[in-house]
């Protein structure tokens, strides 16, 4: 098997800056260069100061300051790198199609065609072709298609090896991954393109979890992944509402199911709702991949998930407002927390826009607070819904920088992200700082009830009466 030297990864985001690092950092003989095509981005890569790394993620800037131009590059020098590289990742995003057939619910696979076209221009030797993204099922098909035919005349291997770590514990997933999937053919080539990847794996993973599969069942298991992970959140939040109505407690229900082995206790958070950029976009995809199919029974079971979804975040907003004696107009509150998890920068589809649009929309005052998140992409995530008018969103929703401050005056807060800092504020102070009845909206069941009942507060714990 040919050693492998050089690696390239076509994108720089949240999987191809961590991934690659812990690459590079697992494997030291190995020159990994990941390239993207936004120069910003790049350029927070190689920022100096690791603070202003474009992904916030616990132990990610270590690794860039141990590994950073040794055998570690960011680079715009897209043709170059894949010139050079014996496997080329591709990890480029692949959002939900706002357009044409299939909108609203296929993946837009137009930046994989395009880095697709852009290896068959430059590669001038056989390179591994690893889809790091996630795709639909069948994606595999359309890459070898397109480098195939208008190729060198070089091989290409490809393979499938979707990524499965989470946002905010992205380094120690990917350090202790459960299992890495490799999908590819199983030609004589395409098993030794498959134990050429499991071999950068083997640096630091057991044998016995990585997976080799065709690569057909590698790109749908990912998408199945995804899909089984949010219907266990969806499954616990529809429990929730049934627990606001009954006095039973949606941690002590989580806790007696999750003792059954069968069940097991992980992935049974009550919250306002999962975020992020994947879970919703995977399931949509997989729903429009089984209607697609004719399989409606099954497209119309996975999207229930979201169904669950959207009416558990709209119903924290409607919470707040019939709380609220029925009107939120004119009054401040106070939201702790944006990212749609804690521990990351990310804000993608996080539960807190949503709640903030409804809001909003009764003209109440909004102020955020979030540790990791700039007042820019919290901005940015309000005027791309296109509600109101960006003048309206600035005037309206304020970014504050002193969490405690914030609450001064305020009507209520809500907890949108479960950072655990949150845990730690003087909530006496807070309490004095509020007018009151000072009200208080958990929708990440952060905080102990009885505590804050006796510190004075109204209440309100997702999925407790
Ligand atoms: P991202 O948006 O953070 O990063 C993608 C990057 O690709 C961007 O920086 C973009 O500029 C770059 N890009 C797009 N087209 C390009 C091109 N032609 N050439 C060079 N660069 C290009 O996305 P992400 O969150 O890293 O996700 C990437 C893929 O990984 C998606 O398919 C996603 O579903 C999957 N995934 C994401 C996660 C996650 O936690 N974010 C986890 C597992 C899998
Ligand atoms: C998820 C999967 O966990 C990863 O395995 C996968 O690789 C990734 O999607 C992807 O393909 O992008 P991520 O979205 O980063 O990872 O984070 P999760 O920890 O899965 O959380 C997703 C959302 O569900 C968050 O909003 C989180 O707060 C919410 N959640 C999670 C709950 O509300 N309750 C839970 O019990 C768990």
Same mark, same amino acid.
């Given at each position: 098997m040919k050693k492998t030297t050089k690696i390239c990864c076509i994108g720089a985001g949240y999987v191809g800056g961590p991934t690659m690092s812990v690459? %590079? #950092?697992q494997c030291p003989e190995i020159q990994v260069t990941v390239v993207d095509i936004n120069q910003d981005r790049i350029n927070q890569w190689n920022d100096e100061d690791l603070d202003k790394l474009p992904v916030y993620e616990p132990g990610l800037k270590e *690794? @860039? /300051?141990s590994n950073r131009n040794k055998n570690l590059f960011f680079s715009t020098e897209v043709d170059k790198a894949i010139e050079e590289a014996d496997i080329i990742f591709i990890s480029v995003n692949t959002p939900t199609k706002t357009y044409g057939k299939g909108k609203g619910q296929a993946a837009d696979l137009k930046f *994989? +065609? &395009?880095? %697709?076209?852009n290896i068959a221009k430059v590669a001038k030797t056989d390179k591994i072709v690893v889809e790091k993204s996630t795709l639909p099922v069948r994606t595999a098909g359309a890459i070898k298609s397109i480098l195939e035919n208008t190729g060198n005349g070089v091989n290409f291997e490809i393979l499938s090896n979707p990524e499965f770590l989470a946002e905010g514990t992205a380094v120690d997933d990917l350090l202790n991954a459960d299992r890495v999937l490799i999908g590819g053919d199983d030609t004589p080539t395409g098993q030794k393109a498959k134990d050429t990847l499991s071999a950068i794996y083997e640096h630091w993973l057991p044998k016995d979890r990585i997976l080799q599969t065709n690569v057909w069942s590698s790109e749908l298991s990912k998408l199945v992944a995804n899909a089984f992970l949010a219907q266990r959140v969806s499954s616990i939040n529809s429990i929730s509402a049934l627990c606001e109505r009954t006095d039973a407690n949606v941690a002590e229900v989580a806790r007696a199911i999750g003792y059954d082995s069968r069940i097991g206790s992980k992935f049974l958070n009550s919250s306002v709702g999962f975020g992020g950029s994947c879970f919703q976009k995977d399931i949509l995809n997989l729903v429009y991949i089984a209607s697609s199919f004719g399989l409606q029974e099954v497209a119309d079971y996975w999207e229930q998930v979201i @169904?669950?979804? =959207? !009416?558990?975040?709209?119903?924290? /907003? +409607?919470?707040?407002?019939?709380? &609220? !004696? #029925?009107?939120?107009s004119g009054k401040k509150i106070v939201f702790y927390g944006w990212a749609?998890?804690?521990d990351t920068n990310d804000t993608r589809e996080s539960a807190a826009i949503y709640v903030a649009d409804a809001l909003l929309e009764e003209r109440a005052e909004i102020i955020v607070y979030d540790p990791k998140v700039s007042e820019k992409t919290i901005y940015a995530d309000m005027d791309y819904l296109n509600t109101r008018t960006p003048e309206e969103n600035r005037r309206l929703l304020k970014v504050v920088k002193d969490p405690i401050k914030a609450t001064e005056e305020a009507h209520a807060i809500a907890i949108l992200t479960e950072? =655990?800092?949150f845990k730690? !504020? =003087?909530w006496d102070k807070i309490y004095n700082n509020? &007018?009151?009845?000072a009200f208080v909206f958990d929708g990440r069941r952060l905080l102990d009830s009885e505590t804050m009942t006796a510190k004075g507060f109204e209440f309100y714990k997702i999925g407790q009466s």
């Amino acid at each position: 098997m040919k050693k492998t030297t050089k690696i390239c990864c076509i994108g720089a985001g949240y999987v191809g800056g961590p991934t690659m690092s812990v690459i %590079a #950092n697992q494997c030291p003989e190995i020159q990994v260069t990941v390239v993207d095509i936004n120069q910003d981005r790049i350029n927070q890569w190689n920022d100096e100061d690791l603070d202003k790394l474009p992904v916030y993620e616990p132990g990610l800037k270590e *690794i @860039i /300051a141990s590994n950073r131009n040794k055998n570690l590059f960011f680079s715009t020098e897209v043709d170059k790198a894949i010139e050079e590289a014996d496997i080329i990742f591709i990890s480029v995003n692949t959002p939900t199609k706002t357009y044409g057939k299939g909108k609203g619910q296929a993946a837009d696979l137009k930046f *994989i +065609e &395009l880095c %697709a076209r852009n290896i068959a221009k430059v590669a001038k030797t056989d390179k591994i072709v690893v889809e790091k993204s996630t795709l639909p099922v069948r994606t595999a098909g359309a890459i070898k298609s397109i480098l195939e035919n208008t190729g060198n005349g070089v091989n290409f291997e490809i393979l499938s090896n979707p990524e499965f770590l989470a946002e905010g514990t992205a380094v120690d997933d990917l350090l202790n991954a459960d299992r890495v999937l490799i999908g590819g053919d199983d030609t004589p080539t395409g098993q030794k393109a498959k134990d050429t990847l499991s071999a950068i794996y083997e640096h630091w993973l057991p044998k016995d979890r990585i997976l080799q599969t065709n690569v057909w069942s590698s790109e749908l298991s990912k998408l199945v992944a995804n899909a089984f992970l949010a219907q266990r959140v969806s499954s616990i939040n529809s429990i929730s509402a049934l627990c606001e109505r009954t006095d039973a407690n949606v941690a002590e229900v989580a806790r007696a199911i999750g003792y059954d082995s069968r069940i097991g206790s992980k992935f049974l958070n009550s919250s306002v709702g999962f975020g992020g950029s994947c879970f919703q976009k995977d399931i949509l995809n997989l729903v429009y991949i089984a209607s697609s199919f004719g399989l409606q029974e099954v497209a119309d079971y996975w999207e229930q998930v979201i @169904i669950m979804n =959207d !009416y558990q975040k709209r119903r924290f /907003a +409607e919470n707040i407002i019939s709380t &609220l !004696y #029925n009107t939120v107009s004119g009054k401040k509150i106070v939201f702790y927390g944006w990212a749609f998890k804690k521990d990351t920068n990310d804000t993608r589809e996080s539960a807190a826009i949503y709640v903030a649009d409804a809001l909003l929309e009764e003209r109440a005052e909004i102020i955020v607070y979030d540790p990791k998140v700039s007042e820019k992409t919290i901005y940015a995530d309000m005027d791309y819904l296109n509600t109101r008018t960006p003048e309206e969103n600035r005037r309206l929703l304020k970014v504050v920088k002193d969490p405690i401050k914030a609450t001064e005056e305020a009507h209520a807060i809500a907890i949108l992200t479960e950072w =655990d800092e949150f845990k730690t !504020y =003087d909530w006496d102070k807070i309490y004095n700082n509020m &007018l009151k009845p000072a009200f208080v909206f958990d929708g990440r069941r952060l905080l102990d009830s009885e505590t804050m009942t006796a510190k004075g507060f109204e209440f309100y714990k997702i999925g407790q009466s």
